[in-house]
């Protein structure tokens, strides 16, 4: 019975060139000379520290742009609050990895009410949706590409 799996992965080597290349863009640009902006990565947490908030805000930009420019998809980052630490400000930004239970039953959901003749079931981090033909298949993966837009999805190991 041919499947397939849903997932929502972070390419990590492309996180981090993403960070590396903003890095090196705020030490050389003009705007940000003498000032303590900066991204510090810890795997799937990171950190954006500024000046204050408009120069965070400004490095939080910066970091989309780069991310968009390596394939990292900007719905994966989860901001948290600013925090000031004496004069200075960070922000935590978390890269979620996987597609969370709520978010897979939701999926599930759609998958039952589209009337397609697939099953869906939840694996782990995934969703793997399983039919007797592959045409239903790739109508599924069509309906998820239209319907889903809170969290980048990508679609994979494939079995006939």
Do not use: H, W
Request: glycine share 6%.
């Amino acid at each position: 019975m041919p499947s397939f799996d849903v997932t929502s992965d972070v390419n990590k080597v492309e996180l981090k060139n993403a960070v590396d290349q903003a890095n090196k863009e705020i030490q050389t640009r003009f705007d940000f000379k003498g000032s303590d902006s900066r991204i510090e990565q810890n795997e799937l947490v990171l950190t954006l520290y500024g000046d204050d908030e408009f120069k965070l805000g400004q490095v939080m930009d910066l970091f989309k742009t780069k991310c968009a420019k390596r394939g990292v998809d900007n719905r994966s980052l989860e901001t948290q609050k600013i925090e000031k630490l004496g004069i200075k400000v960070k922000q935590i930004v978390n890269v979620k990895e996987g597609i969370e239970q709520e978010q897979a039953k939701k999926i599930v959901k759609l998958v039952k009410e589209s009337k397609i003749k697939v099953q869906a079931s939840i694996q782990g981090p995934a969703v793997r949706i399983s039919g007797a033909k592959r045409d239903d298949l790739q109508a599924a993966i069509q309906m998820m590409k239209d319907s889903v837009k809170e969290i980048p999805l990508q679609f994979g190991n494939f079995r006939d």
